[in-house]
């Protein structure tokens, strides 16, 4: 069902889908482990700071250009030695569940960022009942790194994070390459 899937770069135009998503996915599920969904101008900020980073954020339409669904990277963790990490972000709207979209965003999220030379990805995917999340992780490569339980509480019930971890690249067979995007991140003194 990808195939009338489209992706482009994140544009200004597409905040305001994006925030529909996103609140979509703080009031009714346990992707997110905000309670009150941010509003288009937070939105937009969160957006900018990922692109000013460096880090990619994506969109995905159909036929008729509707928004289906995001998707971003950005730091695992600030500590430079995190620098060849990058945490991944996907969100689908709720009429578009279960058509590949998902899987067609983290694809492309995983090779862009192994483009940019990042060496391992890391999945924090909210509750160990998000089957659907966890099992496209598993399809795409992740495995499971360890499970912090109860770590969050939300819609009356505690939830854990899971943890999924895919090398990119030569993952840690091999220093990474300091020329590359990331090694730019902190350059040597």
Known sequence: MTASIALNDTIDADISAITGIYADAVL?????????????????????AIRQAGYPHIVARDGSGELLGYAYAGSYR?????RWTVENSVYVAPSAKGRGVGRTLLAEIIARCEALGFRQMIAVIGGSEHAASIGLHEALGFAHAGVLPATGFKHGRWLDSVL???PLGAGSSMPPDPDT????????A
């Not at 995007?181 to 040597?188: K, Q, R």
Request: hydrophobic share 30%; net charge neutral.
């Open 164 to 166: 999924m971890q895919k």
């Open 28 to 48: 009714n599920g346990t992707a997110s482990f905000e309670l009150d969904p941010p509003d288009a101008a937070e939105m937009a900020r969160r957006f900018h």
């Open 78 to 82: 600030a500590r430079p030695a995190y």
């Open 181 to 188: 995007y990331p090694g730019t991140l902190y350059p040597p």
